[in-house]
């Protein structure tokens, strides 16, 4: 902002407001200690990042290898998920690799002489190398100065402790790992940890600290020794996003660190690279023009279809397919499909602005239907004088006059088809990867390869659909590393299709999308569903248009497909199938929780909490829990992982309805695994319905 | 004949670059699946292109007064010509749309500015948009080439797509005389300037070269934050 501000104002005022910046006193911003969040280097601060902001950061010394991924889930509410490497750890002088999960909450915010006051767990379901707990304070003393005092327990307690206030500190159940250490939190031994951070300059931050972490495994282990508590460190921020931290720890090690911070309100590119709308034709005055406002046009037969056709062509310009059209003397309803905005009620506005173009002015009330899928999925309501008497104002003002409705309550829409839409054919020749990055053997393992995609829409929710990969290079298949599960390999096999499935089928499916009834929609697919099973999928959901509760229900009946992703099957199928409950808080929070049966036979839940930004950006986390048990689970205990969204039109300012998603899941065991079937109905359709549209709203009129 | 020999050239040409391409940017009629790979094959040209930048010769700017007399021949409506401070991209715009006292002009690329009275009050098509605004007092204030005090409210979309209001107080004061000739018609005009200040400081000023009749015949206006400031005459009212 401060930078294009400047551009704005001139040379001469950038100039002046340069040299006020050089003069003025830098203020001291939060920064990541080497865990990742807010810290000072091994010990935590109160600190937290800006609501939304994400931060992820590799740090390497002789001690540890960490790569942390942060989220600030609330203004108060900080997360992490971190995959380490604790190098000769083991007897046998391997490594550890492991993956852990920290959370922080800011108990209280600084204010007058009170300090801000965090307490925070450290590693708490992992397998609890870096198991600790603390309760930290930070004081801003001076505008550059921050001072941090804490204790810790666990880890952060294993270094100059003043006892065990809250008694003992019973010992780790190691196991499979993968459970909250409850029993431990805040037990043992405390130590107290204190350190400073000081804004040298607007770009470096220096910090010295005090640490309570013995390192008692590491120590142990002969791979690193602790000559000293003090450690310092420097952080040198290149600019908004990118730092880079150098320490000198325990008196005998040099560690670096890199750090990256993603704002998702912050797009790289400006919003809005595309062809302007049509602007809005007003009608005129009836009393000007009567003639104009007669309805006879009705009893012309040539009337219809060649409005139709010349809206049909508008939109398809504007990346919208007018599916089908019903008029009369007094209102409209046309059915498009976006394929243009991410923004739904962007595609909504353009449409509302192309029908006051081309429908005679009788015409008052427009029906705009999104389409999904073949599916009418909901209908927004505006009057004709309301778009022609608001388009230069908020968009909060056609907003109050939108009525949201379900499509499928309407009897007989009289609808008629747009000719050429059905059948259509799409396909695509893309280039894939696919990486394997927890790997304990080795970490890193990609192939590269082309995957040949088409898609056949026979009529509306009919779709045909298929992939087919071919890898390039790659050394996926150079892994030796087989599944140590007892049970039933439904998914630890990955291995396997990897090695065998070149070239493979990805899916090979029939999908029917369907409204059986108003609040309801329909799919059932069958075929190859996903990469290891096949059959048929069947999922009903109730979603109101303008509800925040959405209930559904999927069964599946599967057989588990040969590695080499052909044809064949293997000898296992398995019956699954849940019940779903998904609920919008509001604020961008978004909640799951799916009970039923995975792929393996076991019964159990998932919930899933996914904070959603308005421009389309997703962060979530799930977890899995069966009623198997987790010995024989195994390493991990359940399943559970963090996924991230990101729109392509965030990245690139251009219109684009796509959206690029990964999940990291840091095991693939046989637990709590769900089959992975495309076009699932929740997902399908919320765009379009109220809560999404409200929140996206602004861009009605862009 | 010739046609048909111009489409398989342009087919056999295709098919020469088709094998190259096809294992960084991917190709189909299915966006959902190539747009990723085309992104990242975007990120790789601007970065070698930041790497390896030739610096390009700047392109002539064109003369305004040739370009607005060549519009007045080829366009029959209202013509604006706009220049933006930000990226010196000077174009002519033709009335697209009218719709009470608010008219929109459209470059030929299919960009727009929308003004109101001649104020600007929403853009299109540029990238961090002026989504809406009002003008209500200033306005009248600076058609009537009168001083006094107002609120200008702006609207952008933040970094979420969300609408955000940008309301700012202005005061409007009247200044010298100024006689012009532009692409065959005089004006003459006294300046009026708008001072605007929001609460957090930020100050903007709009200059406006309006006639007896109340017709904003040249001004300077802001945008927003994102864009800078905009030149704007007019060529045929």
């Known amino acids: 902002m401060r930078g294009t501000m400047i551009t704005g104002l001139g040379a001469a005022s950038g100039i002046a407001i340069a040299a006020v910046m050089a003069y003025a006193e830098p203020s001291l911003d939060y920064s990541a200690g080497t865990f990742g969040l807010p810290g000072l280097i091994d010990m935590p601060t109160a600190e937290s990042a800006p609501e939304g902001m994400i931060n992820a950061s590799v740090f390497r010394f002789e001690g540890a290898l960490r790569i942390t991924a942060t989220f600030q889930v609330t203004d108060r509410l900080s997360g992490a998920f971190r995959y380490s490497r604790v190098p000769g750890i083991f007897t046998n002088g391997s490594a550890l690799y492991d993956r852990s999960f920290d959370v922080q909450y800011r108990l209280l915010d600084e204010a007058g002489w009170r300090p801000a006051v965090a307490i925070g767990l450290r590693d708490f379901i992992g397998t609890g190398i870096y198991s600790g707990e603390y309760i930290v304070a930070s004081k801003t003393l001076t505008p550059r100065l921050r001072a941090t005092a804490g204790l810790g327990w666990g880890r952060l307690g294993s270094h100059?402790?003043?006892?065990?206030?809250?008694?003992?500190?019973?010992?780790?159940?190691?196991?499979?790992?993968?459970?909250?250490?409850?029993?431990?939190?805040?037990?043992?031994?405390?130590?107290?940890?204190?350190?400073?951070?000081?804004?040298?300059?607007?770009?470096?931050?220096?910090?010295?600290?005090?640490?309570?972490?013995?390192?008692?495994?590491?120590?142990?282990?002969?791979?690193?020794?602790?000559?000293?508590?003090?450690?310092?460190?420097?952080?040198?921020?290149?600019?908004?996003?990118?730092?880079?931290?150098?320490?000198?720890?325990?008196?005998?090690?040099?560690?670096?660190?890199?750090?990256?911070?993603?704002?998702?309100?912050?797009?790289?590119?400006?919003?809005?690279?595309?062809?302007?709308?049509?602007?809005?034709?007003?009608?005129?005055?009836?009393?000007?023009?009567?003639?104009?406002?007669?309805?006879?046009?009705?009893?012309?037969?040539?009337?219809?279809?060649?409005?139709?056709?010349?809206?049909?062509?508008?939109?398809?310009?504007?990346?919208?397919?007018?599916?089908?059209?019903?008029?009369?003397?007094?209102?409209?309803?046309?059915?498009?499909?976006?394929?243009?905005?991410?923004?739904?009620?962007?595609?909504?506005?353009?449409?509302?602005?192309?029908?006051?173009?081309?429908?005679?002015?009788?015409?008052?009330?427009?029906?705009?239907?999104?389409?999904?899928?073949?599916?009418?999925?909901?209908?927004?309501?505006?009057?004709?004088?309301?778009?022609?008497?608001?388009?230069?104002?908020?968009?909060?003002?056609?907003?109050?006059?939108?009525?949201?409705?379900?499509?499928?309550?309407?009897?007989?829409?009289?609808?008629?088809?747009?000719?050429?839409?059905?059948?259509?054919?799409?396909?695509?020749?893309?280039?894939?990867?696919?990486?394997?990055?927890?790997?304990?053997?080795?970490?890193?393992?990609?192939?590269?390869?082309?995957?040949?995609?088409?898609k056949y829409e026979l009529r509306p929710g009919l779709v045909a659909a298929g992939s087919i990969r071919k890898k390039l290079i790659g050394n996926l298949d150079d892994s030796t590393r087989t599944s140590d599960s007892t049970v039933y390999h439904v998914r630890s096999d990955l291995v396997e299709y990897q090695k065998q499935g070149d070239p493979g089928i990805d899916n090979l499916t029939l999908a029917w999308y369907s409204r059986p009834a108003p609040n309801l929609y329909g799919r059932v697919t069958v075929g190859l569903l996903e990469r290891m099973y096949g059959g048929v999928s069947g999922e009903l959901l109730w979603k109101p248009v303008d509800s925040r509760l959405a209930l559904g229900v999927e069964v599946n009946q599967v057989k588990q497909r040969d590695f080499d992703t052909l044809f064949t099957f293997r000898d296992y199928e398995a019956t699954t199938g849940h019940v779903s409950a998904y609920y919008d808080f509001g604020h961008g929070f978004l909640g799951q929780v799916d009970v039923g049966r995975y792929l393996l036979g076991d019964w159990g839940a998932t919930v899933t909490l996914d904070r959603e930004f308005a421009n389309g950006w997703k962060v979530g986390a799930y977890a899995t829990f069966t009623d198997l048990s987790s010995a024989d689970f195994g390493e991990g205990s359940f399943d559970k992982g963090v996924r991230l969204t990101i729109p392509v039109a965030w990245t690139t300012g251009k219109p684009s309805v796509n959206k690029v998603s990964t999940t990291i899941k840091p095991l693939n065991r046989d637990g709590g695994a769900r089959l992975e079937v495309d076009g699932r109905l929740y997902e399908t359709i919320r765009s379009t319905h109220q809560g999404d549209q409200q929140v996206q709203w602004g861009r009605f009129w862009r | 004949m010739g046609e048909v020999l111009a489409v398989s050239l342009r087919r056999s040409a295709r098919a020469a670059t088709l094998l190259a391409l096809l294992a960084v940017a991917g190709c189909g009629s299915d966006t959902s699946k190539t747009e990723g790979s085309q992104i990242a094959l975007g990120v790789a040209k601007s970065l070698k292109s930041k790497m390896f930048s030739r610096k390009a010769a700047a392109p002539a700017t064109p003369d305004p007064e040739k370009l607005a007399q060549a519009a007045l021949k080829s366009f029959e409506g209202p013509i604006i010509l706009a220049q933006l401070e930000s990226s010196g991209l000077l174009t002519v715009l033709g009335e697209y749309g009218r719709n009470g006292a608010v008219r929109t002009y459209s470059t030929p690329n299919e960009q727009t500015l929308v003004l109101r009275d001649g104020l600007l009050i929403a853009t299109r098509g540029l990238g961090k948009d002026l989504m809406s605004s009002e003008t209500g007092e200033v306005a009248g204030l600076i058609l009537a080439r009168q001083a006094g005090n107002g609120r200008h409210v702006y609207r952008y979309l933040d970094g979420e797509d969300i609408e955000r209001p940008l309301p700012m107080e202005c005061s409007v004061t009247s200044g010298a005389a100024k006689s012009y000739s532009f692409a065959g018609t005089s004006h003459a005009t006294v300046e009026m300037a708008e001072t605007c200040r929001s609460a957090d400081g930020r100050t903007v000023t709009n200059s406006y070269w309006v006639t007896g009749s109340g017709l904003v015949a040249l001004s300077r206006q802001w945008i927003g934050p994102g864009l800078g400031y905009v030149t704007i005459q007019t060529v045929r009212p």
Do not use: C, H
Request: no cysteine; glycine share 8%.
């Open chain 1, 160 to 454: 100059g402790d003043i006892g065990s206030p809250f008694g003992t500190r019973p010992a780790l159940n190691f196991g499979q790992g993968g459970k909250a250490n409850t029993d431990q939190w805040f037990r043992g031994p405390a130590a107290p940890f204190f350190g400073l951070a000081w804004a040298a300059t607007d770009k470096l931050t220096l910090k010295a600290e005090y640490s309570s972490d013995g390192y008692p495994s590491e120590t142990a282990a002969g791979t690193f020794s602790r000559d000293s508590s003090v450690n310092f460190g420097a952080e040198y921020r290149f600019n908004k996003s990118a730092s880079l931290s150098a320490y000198y720890l325990y008196g005998s090690e040099v560690g670096l660190q890199f750090n990256l911070t993603l704002d998702p309100r912050r797009p790289p590119a400006p919003s809005g690279l595309e062809t302007a709308p049509l602007p809005v034709r007003p009608r005129p005055a009836y009393a000007a023009d009567p003639g104009a406002w007669a309805t006879d046009w009705t009893e012309d037969p040539e009337v219809r279809p060649g409005i139709q056709t010349a809206l049909a062509k508008a939109l398809a310009k504007d990346g919208q397919v007018l599916e089908s059209m019903a008029l009369s003397a007094t209102s409209v309803e046309v059915r498009i499909r976006n394929q243009r905005y991410l923004s739904q009620p962007q595609a909504v506005g353009r449409t509302a602005r192309a029908l006051t173009r081309a429908l005679p002015p009788s015409v008052e009330t427009f029906v705009i239907t999104s389409m999904t899928e073949g599916m009418p999925a909901s209908s927004v309501t505006l009057s004709r004088s309301d778009i022609e008497r608001l388009e230069s104002e908020e968009s909060a003002e056609i907003l109050r006059t939108a009525r949201f409705s379900d499509p499928a309550a309407v009897a007989d829409p009289g609808l008629v088809p747009s000719p050429g839409v059905y059948p259509r054919f799409v396909w695509s020749l893309a280039p894939y990867g696919e990486a394997s990055v927890f790997d304990p053997d080795d970490p890193l393992r990609a192939d590269f390869g082309l995957k040949l995609s088409g």
